[in-house]
């Protein structure tokens, strides 16, 4: 969407540490049932219990619910797939890096005790090699950057809850309108009123779940791709338009790097997740929890 004022266009990297330090993960343990797998990487049953009990603080036996295990479950699948795609390009820190790495998530408030701390380490490894660059690194982007290489030529409408979005799904599967019903449930007051367009823009103009929505809907060949949150609401996305660009080399990214390979690492990586845990959608990158009834939503947008 075009955003209002303040709308974030790049992760920050003062952002990425916060955000890791809330972040809890577990390795995995007990059954030998694989509940969640990225690449190499994998979570068993009991690896997600702990995982989940150590974000809430509650014991790994207490029931949770399901929005909130999915989120968790996410920021492992985003976190992980970034690890994954570095590797395959033997991109893998070193001690002297992981403590280094150890060392900022401590001064970012980390408890040293915490025992997701060595998984927040290696995420936080990551994100400290990406934005070093190095061969590596640039040879993993350069291989998927066609991926990134389009504008962004979309519309949108934005609705308050999930449900309220998987019901506007509903509504344009049945037959609805997307102009118009931009025009009658859409929260976005600019875009509404011109029946969701938000024109064509460069990579970098949205929040990154947005584009990354956007992104695997056009390498997915989908013209419509939702619910898609930020921190505005939810987002049913179409796509208006398929226009490809020439890519941004590797040493013009800047800032954007570890939003560019965090977005290459999503639309590339291998995810699989037990349907228990939350619903993997591929095309917005999303772990996602399962939706509720369509007739209360339905209901709300007037339908």
């Known amino acids: 969407m075009r955003p209002p004022t303040g709308f974030p266009f790049v992760i920050r990297r003062h952002r990425l540490v916060v955000l890791l330090v809330l972040a809890m993960a577990a390795s995995a343990c007990g059954s030998s049932v694989v509940a969640v797998r990225v690449g190499d990487s994998a979570l068993d049953r009991d690896g997600v219990a702990t995982l989940v009990a150590e974000v809430t603080g509650r014991s790994s036996d207490a029931t949770i619910d399901a929005t909130t295990t999915a989120a968790v479950v996410d920021r492992f699948v985003q976190y992980e797939s970034l690890v994954d795609l570095l590797a395959s390009y033997d991109v893998v820190a070193t001690p002297e890096e992981r403590s280094t790495a150890r060392d900022r998530l401590l001064a970012a408030g980390m408890d040293p005790g915490d025992l997701s701390l060595p998984r927040l380490i ?13 061969p590596g690194v640039r040879a993993a982007y350069e291989a998927h950057v066609g991926l990134l290489s389009y504008e962004l030529c979309t519309s949108h409408i934005l609705v308050t809850q999930e449900d309220d979005a998987h019901a506007v799904i509903h509504l344009l599967a049945t037959g609805g309108d997307f102009a118009a019903l931009a025009v009658s449930v859409s929260q976005d007051p600019g875009s509404g009123q011109a029946g969701g367009s938000l024109g064509c823009v460069p990579l970098g103009a949205f929040v990154p779940t947005f584009e990354r929505a956007v992104l695997g809907a056009l390498a997915g060949g989908l013209s419509l791709v939702g619910p898609v949150p930020s921190q505005f609401g939810f987002h049913v996305i179409r796509i208006d338009e398929v226009r490809t660009v020439d890519p941004v080399p590797f040493e013009a990214l800047g800032p954007r790097a570890s939003a560019a390979l965090l977005q290459v690492a999503g639309l590339s990586r ?30 709300r947008l007037g339908s």
């Open 122 to 134: 290696g995420w936080q490894a990551a994100l400290d090699l990406v934005e070093a660059g190095g």
């Open 270 to 299: 291998e995810v699989q997740v037990d349907a228990r845990y939350g619903i993997w959608d591929r095309a917005v990158g999303r772990v996602a929890p399962p939706p509720g009834p369509l007739a209360p939503a339905l209901v």
